[in-house]
């Protein structure tokens, strides 16, 4: 069981965390939740279509782009994070910024999905002083810059390691090892290859008793695979990523197209159930 807050989710079985961007400029919906009833609505949509949680982001973090200021984040997500908490929606705050995660988890937020994989002290204490899940996610330097030249000697290796190293820091300042799950971050400072490493290697990251998160949804990553330039077009690819993480061991699944990636993974759970 994977402890979020009030909430507890059976990692046995495909847990889907559906992606609300309320930013200007993401990679794939950029500007398509820019009023709260929007996103509200959209929210409302992909909980009835299959979504456990919804991961609310309000800073773009796709190669290349600028770190907001923690006012222009909080007024972008703050509100939103409120209304759907108090509908008993299970909430996840997508931040690097410790500020915003505390404000979020005040108004009921449940989770905390840190791309910097709790490397900041300040987070560490949020989450400390809070009952949230946590995601522990890897990237190589920062958004800004961390698609020009991406190294690593092992990256399955490189990134196991500091999955674990984090998950057990968090472990060491007292939160419980139930309330952890971790996440590769593919295309957070990774070329196609590396990419495509972190993948076969799903078996090997979710054998350490973590919850393992897929978020390949609609990446670059995936129209490479497919050919597929526009990313709101990289729907089956992605429910194909989705579906191998799947049979390989991930049990959270954060992505955009949640009916079409719940209907192929109801349907894998059908053909493997006993």
């Given at each position: 069981m994977w402890?979020?807050g ?7 079985k ?11 400029d ?12 929007a996103?509200?609505a959209?929210a409302?949509?992909m ?6 949680i919804?991961?609310i982001?309000g800073e773009?973090?796709?190669p290349g ?6 006012s222009e ?7 939103i994070v409120h ?6 929606i299970?909430?996840?705050i ?6 915003v ?5 005040n108004?009921?937020a449940?989770?905390?999905?840190d791309?910097t994989?709790f490397?900041?002290?300040?987070m ?10 946590c ?18 000697e ?5 990134v196991?390691a500091f999955?674990l190293?984090q998950?057990?820091?968090?472990e060491?300042q ?7 799950a971790v996440d ?5 400072g990774k ?7 972190l ?5 090997r990251?979710?054998?350490h008793g973590y ?26 690819g992605?429910?194909?990523v989705a ?7 991930a049990?959270?699944f954060?992505?955009h197209d949640?009916?079409q990636?719940?209907e ?11």
């Open positions: 402890q979020c009030r909430f507890e989710f059976d990692t046995t495909p847990l889907i965390m559906g992606i609300l961007n309320v930013t200007p993401s990679f794939s919906d950029g500007d398509s939740y820019q009023t709260i009833e996103a509200c959209h409302r949509r909980v009835a279509e299959g979504a456990a919804i991961d982001g773009s973090t796709r782009s600028e770190e907001v200021t923690v984040e909080l007024r972008r997500v703050l509100e209304l759907l908490a108090a509908e008993d299970a909430v996840s997508d931040t690097r910024h410790a500020e995660a505390q404000a979020c988890l108004q009921g449940a989770i905390i999905n791309i994989g490397t900041q002290n300040d560490i204490e949020v989450a400390k002083r809070s009952d949230a899940g995601i522990i996610m890897h990237m190589q330097g920062e958004p800004k810059t961390m698609q020009t030249a991406p190294h690593y092992d990256v399955v290796l490189e196991e999955l190293a998950a057990e820091l968090l060491a007292g939160i419980k090892r139930e309330r952890i590769p971050g593919p295309g957070f070329n196609f290859e590396q990419n495509r490493a993948l076969r290697a799903t078996g990251l979710a054998s919850p393992l998160m897929a978020s390949w949804s609609r990446k670059r990553f995936v129209g490479v695979l497919t050919g597929v330039k526009a990313p709101h077009e990289r729907v089956m992605s429910v194909a579906l191998y993480a799947a049979l390989n061991g049990s959270i954060r992505v949640v009916a990636t719940a192929a993974l109801n349907a894998l759970t059908q053909i493997t159930s006993a």
